[in-house]
């Protein structure tokens, strides 16, 4: 559940507030008159949004992300290093991205 202070409250706790935001990154509902409400995150967890949004907005995408998060609670797969799977698949590393190869 969401922490809800007044108005009031948040103007006389700016400093606190954003500091309890910054350590917990939980949001906090700042209420108004007539329910006209503010929510404040944090700029990484407003970021994270933005990137789950993005992954999950692709019916295809999600489906497939889902899925793979299935599996991986079940443990149905082993977790591979990328190195194995440079292996499995045949690749070097000159075979793919400075970026991924930056990655192992």
Do not use: C
């Amino acid at each position: 559940m969401l922490a809800k202070v007044s108005w009031q409250e948040f103007n006389g706790n700016i400093e606190n507030l954003f500091s309890q935001i910054l350590e917990t990154g939980e949001a906090v509902v700042i209420s108004q008159p007539e329910g006209k409400n503010v929510v404040l995150i944090s700029e990484a967890e407003f970021n994270s949004l933005l990137e789950t949004l993005y992954l999950l907005r692709s019916p295809a995408n999600s489906s497939r992300l889902l899925t793979a998060l299935k599996r991986a609670k079940a443990g149905t797969i082993e977790p591979q290093n990328v190195n194995e799977l440079y292996k499995k698949l045949g690749l070097n590393e000159n075979d793919i991205g400075s970026d991924v190869a930056a990655a192992s």
